[in-house]
């Protein structure tokens, strides 16, 4: 097939032909980073190249029928004031992020989810497999062992496909390769990434080479997450934001577009503390704040949950942080 019958952005067009480039199959043999480096592309046109590119066809599905396969495959966090928060759980279909700081237990909730997608619908599950994609090396065996205890450890163990990843070009190669890899697991039901945010705040990259390629593993997520009716939950770390020193997830407001919804969860003592800190679905509800409880096995199910109104909860927050920074000052002198 020409690039004249498939392009209709005249500028790519052009920057494609005057490259050498042919055909659509040609085009797909080369990464989309690679392309845009190479020719120097435009967000539209990187845009448009990933729409072009797609190896697989989007699936279409009536609203019903999304509606029935959103119940029956989200999986439960074990928490059920989480899972109330969630709506019913993390569904599929769609980019769910947990964003926090360091030892707030975004990582529990990851390797909990990996657990909970291979139990049984009655169970919280969705009789599934996940992808676990690890980009700190934060995974640890001991750690599903203990939560899997009261099932079969070793079945559990077995449908974690794990992948450890060590820059953001391995991780864009392996997203690359998900549409082949879930042909070899295609029981799949659930993609881990534990952080998203990782390679990308220790790489030099340009914010406009990182916005680029964040918007691609973005749009290939979703894209696979329709076509095999899976949910994908990745971690992300936390940056300050503005004068007023709130936090506030990293890689930006262009990432965040890409989440269906946003959870955001911070520690005190050994309790995890958490709110909603986006949902397409319920944007102009109130935020809730929860407690989640970690033991030495898995989270706690029974909470405590409290409506607040959205100024009380700003101020908890600014309240929290505010008697950090005044803890830090007062080391420092």
């Known amino acids: 097939m ?19 480039y042919q055909s659509l199959e040609e085009i797909k043999k080369e990464s989309v980073y690679d392309l845009t480096q190479e020719l120097q592309l435009t967000k539209e046109e990187v845009k448009s190249l990933i729409k072009i590119s797609d190896k697989e066809t989007k699936l279409k599905r ?6 029935t396969a959103e119940k029956e495959y989200s999986i439960s966090t074990s928490s059920k004031s989480f ?12 980019i769910t ?25 009655e169970e919280g599950g969705a009789n599934g497999e996940c ?6 090396s934060s995974f640890e065996s001991s750690r599903i062992v203990s939560m899997a205890s009261k099932y079969d450890v070793e079945k559990i163990l077995k ?21 082949d890899i879930l042909k070899e697991y295609p029981n799949t039901r659930l993609i881990v990434i534990d952080s998203i945010a990782y390679h990308f705040r220790l790489n030099t990259l340009d914010s406009r080479t990182r916005s680029i390629i964040l918007d691609y593993i973005a749009q290939s997520l979703i894209e696979v997450a329709h076509i095999n009716t899976l949910a994908v939950i990745v971690s992300n770390h936390v940056t300050t934001d503005g004068m007023d020193m709130t936090w506030t997830p990293s890689l930006g407001s262009s990432w965040g577009y890409w989440c ?27 935020p809730v704040q929860f407690c989640i409880r970690v033991t030495t096995n898995y989270l706690c199910t029974a909470l405590h949950v409290c409506i607040w109104g959205f100024n009380s909860l700003r101020a908890f927050f600014l309240s929290f942080f505010r008697m950090r920074v005044s803890l830090i000052q007062k080391k420092m002198n």
Do not use: W
Not at 131 to 136: C, N, V
Not at 260 to 285: D, Q
């Open 97 to 121: 992020e947990v964003c926090g700081e360091s030892g707030s237990g975004k990582s529990q909730i990851c390797m909990q989810l990996a657990v909970n997608v291979q139990l049984p619908k």
């Open 260 to 286: 269906a919804k946003r959870l955001f969860v911070s520690r005190k003592r050994e309790f995890r503390y958490g709110y909603l800190y986006k949902s397409v679905e319920n944007a102009g509800s109130r």
């Open 2 to 20: 020409s690039l004249s019958e498939i392009i209709t952005l005249p500028s790519l067009r052009k920057k494609l032909e005057d490259a050498g």
């Open 159 to 179: 449908g974690i496909h794990l992948f450890r990843v060590h820059d953001h070009a391995e991780l864009m190669a392996l997203i690359r390769q998900l549409p």
């Open 131 to 136: 992808i676990y994609i690890d980009t700190e």
């Open 83 to 94: 899972d109330k928060l969630l709506g019913d759980g993390v569904p599929p279909f769609k």
């Open 62 to 67: 009536t609203f019903g029928e999304l509606l």
